[in-house]
């Protein structure tokens, strides 16, 4: 029996429906893990504040700030919510292990990024020794380099940046830690909220997409919330944060609160999008949402072939 294939398919796509499937599951597969990779290099590298609640009498008050990694982090949600919903649970598992795979991949780069001996950079042994030329030079009326003079000032500043560690050195540190950690949390919170979008799903028999959107996303967003922070101070990530050295249980709170707070009404305002895009995607893509849960609950048609 011959197979007539479109004529802009590739071999390996059984029909033009086929392939549309897969690139609309390529699309939201890309951005779930480009979205992931990202919120892990950005990390805790910033802190937003949206507002402040008290000290204005010279204390600290109440912060509501998230860190710069969490701002993407909504977005994770909402794809595997759309994949569960419209590819099933199986899809949904998967692309979270490929997103565990790409956190090991960053774990790996930044430590041998690290590793590796830096372009044109002077040994270890031999910085102080040329710091202390240096401040010598700055001292005496500037430093000659080719054609360009520095004066005292320049070479101060330049000496006292070199004391630091270099920029990539600062956001390894903080990424490094924060990515062991969001691997935790993020295996954890992930699978809860594939595995109850699915509960909620079958519970309701396909209705109430609101239910199992904001049911699923709500409570695993709290337990990523909690690890991801608890885990990162485990860690000694936030050790350098006077405040967190002032008063660890209050700093870990209001991280804890205003993390879980921002990614709550994010949760609350992706239910119309997901309601915008399911049906439409459904129908443009010809797939039965509730096809997976009809299969497990009545499998006989299958059995008897």
Not at 226 to 246: C, K, R
Request: proline share 5%.
């Amino acid at each position: 029996m011959s197979v007539t294939k479109h004529a802009k398919l590739h071999p390996i796509e059984a029909s033009p429906i086929h392939a549309r499937r897969e690139r609309v599951f390529l699309v939201m597969s890309g951005v779930f893990l480009g979205t992931l990779v990202m919120l892990n290099i950005l990390g805790i590298t910033r802190f937003i504040e949206f507002g402040r609640i008290g000290g204005e009498d010279g204390g600290s008050g109440w912060v509501f700030a998230v860190a710069v990694g969490v701002l993407p982090y909504p977005v994770t949600f909402l794809c595997t919510d759309l994949i569960s919903e419209l590819f099933g649970r199986a899809r949904a598992n998967a692309v979270v292990w490929v997103g565990l795979l790409l956190n090991a991949w960053v774990l790996f780069i930044l430590w041998l990024a690290g590793i590796l001996p830096g372009m044109d950079a002077p040994p270890p042994e031999e910085l102080p020794a040329l710091l202390d030329a240096m401040r010598t030079a700055g001292e005496s009326g500037g430093l000659t380099i080719g054609e360009r003079t520095f004066d005292a000032s320049t070479v101060d500043y330049v000496t006292s940046q070199s004391e630091r560690p270099t920029t990539f050195f600062e956001v390894r540190a903080l990424a490094f830690g924060a990515t062991l950690a969001s691997m935790i949390a993020y295996l954890v919170a992930q699978f809860t909220d594939v595995w109850m979008f699915h509960f909620w799903k079958k519970l309701t028999r396909g209705r109430h997409l609101w239910l199992r959107n904001n049911g699923s996303t709500l409570v695993s967003q709290l337990i990523d919330t909690v690890a991801v922070i608890l885990i990162t101070a485990w860690l000694g990530v936030f050790d350098g944060a006077g405040e967190y050295q002032s008063s660890p249980v209050n700093f870990l709170l209001q991280l804890i609160v205003t993390g879980y707070v921002f990614k709550f009404v994010c949760a609350l305002l992706d239910t119309a999008p997901l309601y915008w895009l399911v049906p439409r995607l459904a129908r443009w893509l010809d797939i039965d949402p509730m096809a997976e849960h009809r299969h497990l609950e009545d499998p006989g048609p299958r059995s008897a072939q």
